[in-house]
């Protein structure tokens, strides 16, 4: 593992980065629709379709209207980020 992914796996690790990314780089429109108050860190290991184990980084969720919006770091392969 290399020195920058160890440190965005550092910063991803905490709710208030995650949060203060999220209202630093998006637009206002974007972040006025967000429950910032619901953001909760998941767990980044999980098993894909065809059953393979994964182990990635931290996976984080927030409420966005009635529905649940996924953020993961840059660069991360998991799935779909913003």
């Known amino acids: 593992m290399d020195e920058h992914d160890t440190s965005y796996k550092l910063l991803f690790s905490h709710k208030r980065m995650v949060r203060d990314l999220l209202t630093g780089f998006l637009p206002a429109e974007w972040v006025s629709a967000l429950d910032l108050d619901s953001l909760q860190k998941l767990n980044g290991s999980y098993v894909t379709d065809d059953l ?6 931290a996976v984080w969720r927030l409420r966005w209207g009635s529905d649940w919006l996924y953020v993961n770091r840059p660069g991360y392969r998991g799935g779909s980020s913003i």
């Open 52 to 57: 393979r184990g994964r182990h990635g980084d």
